[in-house]
T-cell receptor, first 114, second 115 residues
Framework: SQQGEEDPQALSIQEGENATMNCSYKTSINNLQWYRQNSGRGLVHLIL?????REKHSGRLRVTLDTSKKSSSLLITASRAADTASYFCATDKGDGGATNKLIFGTGTLLAVQP | DAMVIQNPRYQVTQFGKPVTLSCSQT?????MYWYQQKSSQAPKLLFH???????NEADTPDNFQSRRPNTSFCFLDIRSPGLGDAAMYLC??????????????FGPGTRLTVL
């Protein structure tokens, strides 16, 4: 299936440290997105990177995309306890056609210790 | 603020007793989605509406149905809930303009418990 896999499954760091999460996917895409989910809540969109982009920044977030390796990484700098959440990458099906569906990766559970 | 609202936040039902979950949006988006998310797993798309067009995922059980009476509302009906249907159900919307998938906006979810 197209589903992405994320690595690591779980990550525990100290406040102030950087957190890096990786996502791999299987087929071509139009774009890749990252979402955050606090425990027991809905998902919140963080950032979208298009297939012709290699890097994108938003505040303390930095996303990279390597389409040749079919992988992406999310870096959170200077982490805070409030960043504790699950992080999911999501891709569409880049088969050349217009599509409005996303397929989510398996997620990384980030715990930031105060 | 524009948003996606899900009611109820918590729903308890009995094995085999039909249940309906509701979702409403004030974003005026043309696409509404229903996802099922089990503990520590990724959200799994059940189906979505593109305007009035219903799009079912191939592996969605027949036990799950959906209705979208107007742009703002979408319902998830589970005709005969089984223990395996206990999960978080997430509603999402997007404004699809035919240029590839864009941001989806999620509601807070409904946690379904089946006794």
């Amino acid at each position: 299936s197209q589903q992405g896999e994320e690595d690591p499954q779980a990550l525990s760091i100290q406040e102030g440290e950087n957190a890096t999460m990786n996502c791999s996917y299987k087929t071509s895409i139009n774009n890749l997105q990252w979402y955050r989910q606090n425990s027991g809540r809905g998902l919140v969109h963080l950032i979208l990177i298009r297939s012709n982009e290699r890097e994108k920044h938003s505040g303390r977030l930095r996303v990279t995309l390597d389409t040749s390796k079919k992988s992406s990484s999310l870096l959170i700098t200077a982490s805070r306890a409030a960043d504790t959440a699950s992080y999911f990458c999501a891709t569409d099906k880049g088969d050349g056609g217009a599509t409005n569906k996303l397929i989510f990766g398996t997620g990384t559970l980030l715990a930031v210790q105060p | 603020d524009a948003m996606v609202i899900q009611n109820p936040r918590y729903q308890v039902t009995q094995f085999g007793k039909p249940v309906t979950l509701s979702c409403s949006q004030t974003l005026n988006h043309n696409v509404m989605y229903w996802y099922q998310q089990k503990s520590s797993q990724a959200p799994k798309l059940l189906f979505h509406y593109y305007d009035k067009d219903f799009n079912n995922e191939a592996d969605t059980p027949d036990n799950f149905q959906s209705r979208r009476p107007n742009t703002s509302f979408c319902f998830l009906d589970i005709r005969s809930p089984g223990l395996g249907d206990a999960a978080m159900y997430l509603c999402a919307t997007s404004d699809f303009v035919g240029r590839g998938t864009d941001t989806q906006y999620f509601g807070p979810g409904t946690r379904l418990t089946v006794l």
